[in-house]
């Protein structure tokens, strides 16, 4: 018995990465890439495993992408088998996801399992229902799919075991295992619920884990095979670089039974740069470094793939921030790289200098000093530099005492009227962060008093200093290392 199938996951349709319109279109041009494949292989089946959609609540346009794709499968007779991911699974109040809308117009089949008083139900996939956690192919080939179950997917899969040895009837020819699921050891970041271990007893019963969660692809002992993401999700993917979808050639003849082809698809050129700031002295020599550097990076060919450029400025920053113009910097090499986006990531730290130290200090008397001079590091705090540290120092105090919240943001007023107010500042901080707002002193140039919206308006323009920083901050955890998947 021979079969061919595609084993994909993680295509995170509707994901608007930073915003943009062309990043949004990759993702189903990705999909569509790896559906075109798959027909013109044909392949017996598609596999889904899991994060189809980015989020749990997509918009039409999205819904529209995943429909006009899957059509393609259908009329070529190509069956799509899917697994619920954790980015689009619904909100416990609500009982069905968009996955369950395309299953029952019938553009893929939701293998699911199901839990009634404590037990697993590990039933055939029923036409009527459009429900069931497996389906039997021709020639005793067994689709079985497990949704992402999260922290309990150790205990799931301790239950399927014992599931599968109670099943009736002589074992498939050849079962494939369809999971969300990440698995320990493949990420450092990333915690995730299931061992090796807790899969093992699987071996017995399962000739192929087919994973999906973890956007790293990866492959072990000829049984359990992960793709990755098909489009870049995030940055840290990027050097992932075999990365797309497998294709397996099964037959039941041969030990192992599959044969599997990585395939990458073709995807959005990310390109990601490092760049170490330490030893220039001033914003100019940097940014003349840096766009020295990058021209001796980029080529036409580059160019023209209009990739999406991400710079990472690393090492000890020897002056603020602040100076440096963000972005100008993401509009210049967005220019050289003819790129469809230029992200700076900021991965600097403030350059390090001694602090003078006299002998005979109290503690409390080099705290002080240490929290003086960290705020100096600051050109723009440095007039204030005592205010500033007397707010610091309070503010640890209240909340080491046990301050009431109000309290504390009552004391935060002095903080709106220290940022407003360079001139008056230090007197108000000292006065007492404890002023109440509508006391603060005036703002320069500002005809009326200072109140909490020019606070907040201050606030405003420090982050709109740095376009570039806040737009990446919207990318959310895909970003960090909490949640990668
Ligand atoms: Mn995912």
Request: aromatic share 8%; glycine share 8%; proline share 6%.
């Amino acid at each position: 018995m021979t079969i061919r199938f595609v084993h994909a996951a993680d295509i995170h349709l509707g994901y608007r990465q930073y915003g943009s319109d062309q990043r949004y279109n990759d993702f189903a041009s990705a999909f569509q890439a790896l559906v075109d494949d798959t027909i013109a292989r044909d392949a017996d089946f598609l596999l889904l495993a899991g994060d189809l959609f980015h989020k749990r609540a997509i918009d039409p346009l999205t819904l529209l992408q995943a429909t006009l794709i899957l059509e393609d499968v259908k009329t070529a007779g190509i069956p799509v088998y899917a697994v619920q991911g954790n980015h689009e699974r619904p909100h416990y109040t609500e009982h069905t996801s968009w996955l369950d809308y395309l299953a029952e117009m019938g553009l893929l089949r939701l293998l699911t399992a199901r839990y009634r008083e404590g037990d697993i139900i590990v039933e055939p996939w029923d036409p009527d229902t459009k429900r069931g956690a497996y389906v039997d192919l021709p020639g005793g080939i067994r689709v079985i799919g497990l949704q992402y179950f999260g922290a309990t997917t150790s205990r799931v899969v301790g239950d399927l075991v014992g599931a599968l040895e109670e099943m009736p009837g002589p074992r498939p020819a050849y079962t494939i295992l369809m999971m969300h699921a990440g698995l320990q050891g493949i990420l450092d970041n990333y915690a995730a619920t299931l061992s090796r271990a807790q899969l093992e007893p699987l071996r017995s019963h399962v000739d192929y884990v087919a994973l999906g969660h973890i956007h790293k692809p990866f492959r072990q002992d000829d049984w359990i095979y992960n793709p990755g993401s098909p489009e870049t999700t995030g940055a840290n993917e990027v050097a992932w670089e075999d990365r797309g979808y497998l294709v397996v050639d099964v037959d039941t003849a041969r030990t192992p039974a599959h044969a599997v082809t990585t395939v990458q698809n073709p995807r959005r050129l990310f390109l990601r740069y490092p760049f170490a700031v330490d030893g220039y002295d001033t914003p100019e020599d940097l940014e003349a470094a840096l766009m020295r550097h990058l021209r001796t990076e980029v080529s036409d060919r580059i160019r023209d793939r209009k990739p999406v450029v991400e710079v990472e400025l690393r090492g000890a920053l020897p002056f603020s921030r602040a100076d440096l113009d963000i972005g100008r910097l993401e509009k210049e090499v967005t220019g050289l790289f003819d790129a469809i986006l230029c992200r700076f990531k900021d991965g600097t730290v403030p350059s390090e200098f001694d602090i003078e130290l006299s002998e005979n200090m109290t503690r409390a008397d080099l705290e002080r000093h240490v929290v003086r001079e960290l705020v100096e590091r600051d050109v723009r705090h440095r007039a204030q530099s005592e205010a500033w540290s007397d707010l610091i120092l309070r503010l640890k105090d209240m909340a080491l005492t046990g301050s009431a919240p109000q309290e504390i943001v009552e004391a935060l007023g002095g903080f709106a009227s220290l940022l407003a107010a360079p001139q008056n500042g230090e007197e108000a901080a000292q006065d007492g962060g404890d002023v109440p707002q509508q006391e603060q002193v005036p703002v320069d140039g500002a005809g009326d008093g200072a109140s909490a919206e020019d606070g907040a308006t201050a606030e405003d323009d420090a982050v709109a200093e740095q376009p570039g920083m806040s737009a990446l901050e919207g990318t959310g955890p895909l970003e960090g290392t909490g949640e990668p998947c």
